[in-house]
T-cell receptor
Framework: DAKTTQPPSMDCAEGRAANLPCNHSTISGNEYVYWYRQIHSQGPQYIIHGLKNNETNEMASLIITEDRKSSTLILPHATLRDTAVYYC?????????????FGKGTLLTVNP | DAGVIQSPRHEVTEMGQEVTLRCKPISGHNSLFWYRQTMMRGLELLIYFNNNVPIDDSGMPEDRFSAKMPNASFSTLKIQPSEPRDSAVYFCASNPTGGNQPQHFGDGTRLSIL
């Protein structure tokens, strides 16, 4: 069963911020939100993850709502190389819940 | 830093042949995962190793598939005999065990069974 809901596709102009939404309304207290992306013919690439606080790294920012039922991945200045399928995944950090369950993700197309 | 290394990148072989895919995890990572990706089924977990021991092989499709991890720096996924429906991209991933550490993926092996 899918734990996250993402739009199937989005477009973004090069140089602009790309904001990718994800709904995870059934997330539990100890589940983290992970974002990966997959560029054609490459392996999934880890981007960022968080529990409840907003996170930022060299690739992106992750904004998680206060109720944790949704989040947004922000690519501040999208480039053509950011065109990829972006996956939002929720996963329990403890016990044996090691599986990453990939849904269909969002195909982000960055246009010149 | 070296990431997860998989070989070969591409493999084309005839039905019935044995296929061996190889993976070198990131040094210091003690969890290793094998995934398979197809258009129809997306990314699926096949097997999970922790400290070289198989913990969950419930995703392995059938007895034709086997995986080993003889040491912390090497794992193999073997298909014998191979069938056309095994054609897919096979990914290996690794992470440090426990907590919220993310899995890091290799670039995969694109397998075509004719």
């Amino acid at each position: 069963d899918a734990k996250t809901t993402q739009p199937p596709s989005m477009d973004c102009a090069e140089g602009r911020a790309a904001n990718l939404p994800c709904n995870h309304s059934t997330i539990s207290g100890n589940e983290y939100v992970y974002w990966y992306r997959q560029i054609h013919s490459q392996g999934p690439q880890y981007i960022i993850h968080g529990l409840k606080n907003n996170e930022t790294n060299e690739m992106a920012s992750l904004i998680i709502t206060e109720d944790r039922k949704s989040s947004t991945l922000i690519l501040p200045h999208a480039t053509l190389r950011d065109t990829a399928v972006y996956y939002c995944i929720v996963r329990d950090s403890g016990g044996s819940n090691y599986k990453l369950t990939f849904g269909k993700g969002t195909l982000l197309t960055v246009n010149p | 830093d070296a990431g997860v290394i998989q070989s070969p990148r591409h493999e084309v072989t005839e039905m019935g042949q044995e296929v061996t895919l190889r993976c070198k995890p990131i040094s210091g990572h003690n969890s290793l995962f094998w995934y398979r990706q197809t258009m129809m089924r997306g990314l699926e977990l096949l097997i999970y190793f922790n400290n070289n021991v198989p913990i969950d092989d419930s995703g392995m499709p059938e007895d034709r598939f086997s995986a080993k991890m003889p040491n912390a720096s090497f794992s193999t996924l073997k298909i014998q005999p191979s069938e056309p429906r095994d054609s897919a991209v096979y990914f290996c991933a690794s992470n440090p065990t426990g907590g919220n550490q993310p899995q890091h993926f290799g670039d995969g092996t694109r397998l075509s069974i004719l």
